[in-house]
T-cell receptor
Framework: SQQGEEDPQALSIQEGENATMNCSYK?????LQWYRQNSGRGLVHLIL?????REKHSGRLRVTLDTSKKSSSLLITASRAADTASYFC????????????FGQGTTLQVKP | DAGITQSPRHKVTETGTPVTLRCHQT?????MYWYRQDPGHGLRLIHY???????DKGEVSDGYSVSRSKTEDFLLTLESATSSQTSVYFC????????????FGPGTRLTVT
């Protein structure tokens, strides 16, 4: 069963615009992570937010976490064509095993 | 790709044949994971390992077995491949001393005909 559900499934924007992706989950978590996957490649870790954090920034990325609503959002500001990829949220509810449960992902297309 | 290699990168095999996929890491990380990725399902955990000879099942472990005899190697075996096991398989590693982020290999595309 999937822990995370992402919305939208697909997003198409123009270069320079902001992109927002949302993730909802079902159970209590230790942390929530976002990953990027370029076509045909492995996933790359972007950012991790712990359950006691509400917002985190990394470069053009901003992640928010609302544990009361069991949801998170990833904002990419001033998008570039190179941001075209699939983005996945993953939740860690495992305690100490590090097991992650991934959502189905949002496919982002940034048009030049 | 954080010192993680997977072999083979592509494989076509016939139904009923055994298949072994290899994940090799040079990071000396304790935890290793095998996922499969299918359209509409995202990534699903097959098996994971928390140390040499210490493994456990994930969400979709039926039809798969794993072994870890050395820190650096984690093998995934399909004892008798079926068409439903056609997928892209990813290996990942993580360091329990970190915060839980995982580092992924490049993937193996397996086709079972």
């Amino acid at each position: 069963s999937q822990q995370g559900e992402e919305d939208p499934q697909a997003l198409s924007i123009q270069e320079g615009e902001n992109a927002t992706m949302n993730c909802s989950y079902k159970t209590s978590i230790n942390n929530l992570q976002w990953y990027r996957q370029n076509s045909g490649r492995g996933l790359v870790h972007l950012i991790l937010i712990r359950s006691n954090e509400r917002e985190k920034h990394s470069g053009r990325l901003r992640v928010t976490l609302d544990t009361s609503k069991k949801s998170s959002s990833l904002l990419i500001t001033a998008s570039r064509a190179a941001d075209t990829a699939s983005y996945f949220c993953a939740t860690d509810a495992s305690g100490n095993t590090g097991k992650l449960i991934f959502g189905q992902g949002t496919t982002l297309q940034v048009k030049p | 790709d954080a010192g993680i290699t997977q072999s083979p990168r592509h494989k076509v095999t016939e139904t009923g044949t055994p298949v072994t996929l290899r994940c090799h890491q040079t990071e000396n990380h304790r935890y290793m994971y095998w996922y499969r990725q299918d359209p509409g399902h995202g990534l699903r955990l097959i098996h994971y390992s928390y140390g040499v000879k210490d493994t456990d099942k994930g969400e979709v472990s039926d039809g798969y077995s794993v072994s870890r005899s050395k820190t650096e190697d984690f093998l995934l075996t399909l004892e008798s491949a079926t068409s439903s096991q056609t997928s892209v398989y990813f290996c990942a590693i993580s360091d329990p001393g970190g915060f839980g982020e995982q580092y992924f290999g490049p993937g193996t595309r397996l086709t079972v005909t």
